[in-house]
């Protein structure tokens, strides 16, 4: 099932992303960039669900699971092309919240279950006021060890997946608001 997302990531360096191996003894990387919008434009995009599809171009469908968004404990399923598949099967992820900061902009997902190897890997998502109307977006993340998957291989290609979505946030903003 993970075989083909690991000859893809095998041959696909991107450089965006730092990778080291934490205390838990997960593989962890993070990208960032900056959106030229201010931070309370931002917040709504990447915490609403059903606006996944706006920076998320690999995302077909978001449907909740179980509790409230926004809620820790909140589930929802994500599917989509987010990792290539064997005779194009779309990938799934469910996705538990874990903590939700509004007034840090700040929020974490654990990946409970999916078709695509990443269980119990975290995403956490913090926005940061740059001043004059801009946003620092940093992403991290940690994924359990992989066998027979090159550590700095999938780590490059989540951080050029979750890079490519930050790029894809101010678009959403300003489609959005010539709605």
């Not at 934490?22 to 919008?37: C, M």
């Amino acid at each position: 099932m993970f075989g083909l997302l690991s000859e893809i990531i095998w041959s696909r360096g991107t450089g965006m992303s730092m990778a080291y191996q934490g205390k838990s003894g997960k593989w962890q990387g993070s990208v960032g960039g900056l959106v030229d919008a201010p931070i309370d434009k931002v917040w709504p995009v990447v915490t609403q669900s059903k606006r996944l599809q706006e920076w998320m171009p690999m995302v077909e469908r978001c449907t909740d699971v179980a509790g409230d968004e926004g809620v820790p404990g909140y589930e929802r399923v994500v599917s989509g092309f987010m990792f290539p598949l064997k005779d194009g099967e779309r990938s799934w992820i469910r996705e538990k919240l874990l903590s939700m900061d509004p007034s840090a902009h700040c929020y974490s997902y654990k990946l409970e279950a999916s078709n695509v190897g990443l269980d119990g890997s975290i995403n956490t998502l913090k926005l940061v006021d740059y001043g004059e109307d801009s946003t620092l977006i940093e992403w991290k993340f940690e994924i359990n060890p992989l066998e027979g998957v090159c550590e700095e291989s999938i780590i490059d290609y989540l951080g050029f997946l979750y890079k490519s979505c930050i790029n894809r946030i101010e678009g959403a903003i300003k489609a959005a608001a010539k709605s």
